[in-house]
């Protein structure tokens, strides 16, 4: 799968769904304040006030470069959708940005192709060293959210050794989950009641949610996909 089909089909698909967020927005959430002195070390607040141990007044953080960047209409956090993590939580696919995401759509009860897209995930994230793997998110759509409900998706990923907290698996109505799955490029079609066919694409997104790369295939190389995280979880 060409990174161009793909970018061609994310402009067509999120022109119309700007995000609603502004740059002033995003820059106000990512705001924290910290003590001068550090008591804590990197502990970022919420709030303005005191620091506990010092008393010093807390002092506004300043944003990471790159952090308060205006999301691109490519970008697939302008989809409005929500989503059921495998904890129960709700969260909107924005919720992930500032993370590199890599990304691939499954289904729990998957006996071929599924098994082995899993152990293609698991084998990438052994290759990113641990200070950018705690900058990078692995998501697990599920592409039959009747079945795959949050308890079946907490159990897949215990099974698969899947269950830290770079781990996200994702479960959501099947019209949002349909229509994330053009942005990806992915094709599913049920063929029984309990199995689909499926394209076996993992998509790696930069920290703005923008398409960086794609490949194709079960048991790939993926040494330039492991290469494209670790450039941009640098």
Same mark, same amino acid.
């Given at each position: 799968? $060409?990174? #161009?089909?793909?970018?061609?089909?994310?402009?067509?698909? /999120?022109?119309? /769904?700007? !995000?609603?967020?502004?740059?002033? @927005? @995003?820059?106000?959430?990512?705001?924290?304040?910290?003590?001068?002195? +550090?008591?804590?070390?990197?502990?970022?607040?919420?709030?303005?006030?005191?620091?506990?141990?010092?008393?010093?007044?807390?002092?506004?953080?300043?944003? +990471?470069?790159?952090?308060?960047?205006?999301? !691109?209409?490519?970008?697939?956090?302008?989809?409005? !959708?929500?989503?059921?993590?495998?904890?129960? +939580? =709700?969260?909107?696919?924005?919720?992930?940005?500032?993370?590199?995401?890599?990304?691939?759509?499954?289904?729990? !009860?998957?006996?071929? #192709?599924?098994?082995?897209?899993?152990?293609?995930?698991?084998?990438?994230?052994?290759?990113?060293?641990?200070?950018? $793997?705690?900058?990078? $998110?692995?998501?697990?759509?599920?592409?039959?959210?009747?079945?795959?409900?949050?308890?079946? /998706?907490? +159990?897949?990923?215990? @099974?698969? $050794?899947?269950?830290?907290?770079?781990?996200?698996?994702?479960?959501?109505?099947? %019209?949002?989950?349909?229509?994330? #799955?053009?942005?990806?490029?992915?094709?599913?079609?049920?063929?029984?009641?309990?199995?689909? %066919?499926?394209?076996?694409?993992?998509?790696?997104?930069?920290?703005?949610?923008?398409?960086?790369?794609?490949?194709?295939?079960?048991? #790939?190389?993926?040494?330039?996909?492991?290469? =494209?995280?670790?450039?941009?979880?640098?």
């Amino acid at each position: 799968m $060409k990174n #161009a089909t793909s970018i061609i089909m994310l402009l067509l698909l /999120l022109a119309n /769904l700007s !995000s609603c967020r502004t740059k002033n @927005e @995003e820059v106000q959430a990512l705001t924290g304040y910290q003590c001068p002195m +550090k008591c804590e070390g990197d502990q970022v607040y919420e709030e303005g006030g005191n620091c506990p141990i010092c008393h010093m007044a807390l002092q506004p953080v300043e944003p +990471k470069v790159g952090e308060t960047k205006e999301i !691109s209409d490519l970008s697939i956090y302008n989809l409005p !959708s929500v989503w059921t993590t495998q904890d129960h +939580k =709700k969260i909107e696919l924005i919720d992930l940005k500032g993370h590199v995401v890599v990304m691939v759509m499954i289904y729990t !009860s998957c006996q071929a #192709a599924c098994p082995r897209l899993a152990a293609d995930m698991r084998h990438i994230e052994a290759q990113i060293p641990q200070p950018q $793997k705690e900058r990078v $998110k692995f998501v697990l759509v599920s592409i039959d959210p009747e079945t795959d409900t949050p308890e079946r /998706l907490k +159990k897949f990923a215990i @099974e698969n $050794k899947m269950d830290t907290g770079q781990w996200v698996f994702l479960t959501g109505s099947p %019209s949002d989950t349909r229509e994330f #799955a053009a942005v990806l490029a992915v094709n599913y079609k049920q063929i029984s009641p309990s199995d689909f %066919s499926h394209s076996n694409i993992i998509s790696v997104f930069d920290q703005q949610g923008e398409l960086a790369y794609q490949k194709e295939g079960l048991g #790939a190389n993926h040494g330039t996909t492991v290469a =494209k995280i670790r450039e941009l979880a640098q």
